[in-house]
């Protein structure tokens, strides 16, 4: 597609719900992020893939989180047993290499958890 | 590690004023620095970026120097418009990962 488009775009879960958020990269690009972005701060690191392999994933923040591109195209980001401190915006960016090429961002999945 | 610290907000100008948002990194090696905005209700966009020491980057009026010297890359614009309106973020990256500033809101009224 023209950009990185991310499902659902809006996230209820009630706590300790398990949830999946899906990234549909930029066709033909290689490189996959996922940043985790809580209200008023600047987006963080989760996790990187080149193709299908997960180079990095030391931005988890506890092992309830886990990603998948199985592919190498579609992504998932999944939660597990969701937490209160879990609620921010997911973002997921796609790039045809680092990140001197520029990434392009999709619009997030905003994740609340009651 | 390396990590961004930027101006706080928000910020509020006239349309036509002179807009500065300050940015200074600490990293190892040499980063490559961007600005990123976020438009209400969009995603993050390129802004500008510059990949080496006193590169200039520049786009949609807004101009950034990579200033080695002074660990700084601060980003201006000579007369903002109301469009100009949205959260904008300094970032740096060593290797294929960005590492973010906690942002800065820009309101321009008219």
């Known amino acids: 597609g023209a950009g990185v488009s991310q499902s659902p775009r809006y996230k209820v879960a009630k706590r300790g719900q398990d949830v999946a958020l899906r990234c549909d990269p930029i066709?033909?690009?290689?490189?996959l992020f996922w940043y985790q972005q809580a209200l008023g701060q600047g987006p963080e690191f989760l996790t990187y893939f080149q193709n299908e392999a997960q180079l990095d994933k030391s931005g988890l923040p506890s092992d309830r989180f886990f990603a998948e591109r199985p592919e190498g195209s579609v992504s998932t980001l999944k939660i597990q047993r969701t937490q209160q401190e879990d609620s921010a915006v997911y973002l997921c960016?796609?790039?045809?290499?680092?990140?001197?090429?520029?990434?392009?961002f999709g619009s997030g999945t905003r994740l609340t958890v009651v | 590690g390396d990590s961004v610290t930027q101006m706080e907000g928000p910020v509020t100008l006239s349309e036509e004023a002179f807009l500065t948002i300050n940015c200074t990194y600490t990293a190892t090696g040499y980063p490559s620095l961007f600005w990123y905005v976020q438009y209400p209700g969009e995603g993050l966009q390129l802004l500008l970026k510059a990949t080496k020491a006193d590169d200039k980057g520049s786009n949609k009026g807004f101009e950034a120097t990579y200033r080695k010297e002074t660990t700084s890359f601060h980003l201006e614009k000579g007369s903002v418009q109301v469009s100009d309106s949205a959260v904008y973020f300094c970032a740096l990256s060593g290797d294929y990962k960005l590492s973010f500033g906690a942002g800065t809101t820009v309101t321009v009224r008219a």
């Open positions: 066709s033909g690009h290689v490189s």
């Open positions: 960016a796609s790039s045809v290499g680092t990140a001197n090429y520029g990434y392009t």
